[in-house]
């Protein structure tokens, strides 16, 4: 029996996943929103997508842990506690990412910038990057949607979270907005950016 929880536990989680923390499908095959011929723009998307990859599985592998361990209790507050440390330590060779969202969670982390609100707002399914200057960093957006109705257990209206959902929402994020999804609505955005600032053009 405990044996088929913890199954049914990490199902549930890979799934979550899959739908609420990875980009929409393979970021090679897709046609950023904004694009340029400049080679080293070029190298900087491809640098940044295998980081978004990076950062994404490396969070995977943390929830996937926390809830063979304890279910949603403990997975839940990973994107808390653990989340902004595995940005921190995949961000490298001049590149910090992090994640923002339409509606916020955690306030402290994934606020996006007006400009970055801005580029959210335009990114689609079919058109899920950005690649540009913003606020004076050249910087890689990748659009995350609600891809499976399991991520409605902790982004979807009151009457269809999870039971544990609201008490650790309340919790960990109290100035949480980031509930009231559907299916198929854009939860937030991947954002990479070069840490040194682009220079004064001449």
Known sequence: ????????GFFFLFVLLS??????????????TS???????????????ALTKSFAESLKAELSAAMTEGGPALAIPVCSD????????????GLTIRRIGTRVRNTA???PTDAERAVLERLTDQSPE????LDGSLTFMRAIFIQEAVCLNCH????????????????????????GYALGDKRGAFVVKRSS????PQ
């Open 156 to 179: 979807g209206s009151p009457d269809i979270l999870h039971p544990e959902a609201p008490p650790l929402l309340a919790e960990l994020y109290p100035d949480d907005t980031a509930t």
């Open 109 to 111: 982390t994934n606020t």
């Open 1 to 8: 029996m405990i044996t088929s929880l913890k199954f049914t």
């Open 19 to 32: 739908g609420c923390g990875t980009p929409p499908s393979d970021p090679a095959s897709d046609t950023p």
């Open 82 to 93: 653990k989340a902004p440390a595995l940005a921190a330590d995949a961000s490298a060779n």
């Open 35 to 49: 694009t340029t011929a400049d080679p080293a723009s070029d190298t900087f998307r491809q640098e940044a997508r």
């Open 130 to 133: 950005f690649v540009g200057e």
């Open 197 to 200: 600032p682009l220079p004064d």
